[in-house]
T-cell receptor, first 111, second 115 residues
Framework: GQQVMQIPQYQHVQEGEDFTTYCNSS?????IQWYKQRPGGHPVFLIQ?????EVKKQKRLTFQFGEAKKNSSLHITATQTTDVGTYFC???????????FGGGTRVLVKP | ETGVTQTPRHLVMGMTNKKSLKCEQH?????MYWYKQSAKKPLELMFV???????ENNSVPSRFSPECPNSSHLFLHLHTLQPEDSALYLC??????????????FGEGSRLTVL
């Protein structure tokens, strides 16, 4: 079945530093979504990418969809304590197929 | 407040009990989902309902029985569960299922512990 790998599994970041988390697939994806889940909370939608090479920004967050539509990245600049949580990518191989979630990157911020 | 409400938030049950989880969405969406989230596995899709019809059953054991009486309500009936079924059960909804699934709106989850 479709598998999506997220790396790293854990990310310890010093407050103020930047970091990137990656989502990789062996198959071409129709689209990719990113979600954030705070500790003790539920996943909250952040963004959806559809086009090859697409880049979208939300304040300090930059999302990118690979040219081959097989991978995506989330880059956070100047990390803050509010960025703590687990970031999930969710993908589908074709429009309308069920979303498959990656294992998530758990982000811990050191003040 | 996500527009998706789940009850109860916490549930402890024995292996011989029968209980139900409830989900209600106030967003006017047509599709509703049950996901399981445990410490050892990523978010696992269990069931999808679109316009009250089940469109996806992701090989879920029969001790989990979903019910969708209308587009706004979704239940998960539980019976003779196993301790390994202990997890966070998340309900979600989306505007549509199919070509334009779009973003999922999750409820806050029901934390289930099976003793």
């Amino acid at each position: 079945g479709q598998q999506v790998m997220q790396i790293p599994q854990y990310q310890h970041v010093q407050e103020g530093e930047d970091f990137t988390t990656y989502c990789n697939s062996s198959t071409t994806l129709s689209n990719i979504q990113w979600y954030k889940q705070r500790p003790g909370g539920h996943p909250v939608f952040l963004i959806q990418l559809v086009k090859s090479g697409e880049v979208k920004k939300q304040k300090r967050l930059t999302f990118q969809f690979g040219e081959a539509k097989k991978n995506s990245s989330l880059h956070i600049t100047a990390t803050q304590t509010t960025d703590v949580g687990t970031y999930f990518c969710a993908t589908s191989k074709a429009a309308g197929n069920k979303l498959t979630f990656g294992g998530g990157t758990r982000v811990l911020v050191k003040p | 407040e996500t527009g998706v409400t789940q009850t109860p938030r916490h549930l402890v049950m024995g292996m011989t009990n029968k209980k139900s989880l409830k989900c209600e969405q106030h967003l006017g969406h047509n599709a509703m989902y049950w996901y399981k989230q445990s410490a050892k596995k990523p978010l696992e899709l269990m069931f999808v309902y679109n316009f009250k019809e089940q469109t996806e059953n992701n090989s879920v054991p029969s001790r989990f029985s979903p019910e969708c009486p209308n587009s706004s309500h979704l239940f998960l009936h539980l019976h003779t569960l196993q301790p390994e079924d202990s997890a966070l059960y998340l309900c979600a909804s989306s505007q549509d299922w199919g070509a334009n699934t779009g973003e999922l709106f999750f409820g806050e989850g029901s934390r289930l512990t099976v003793l």
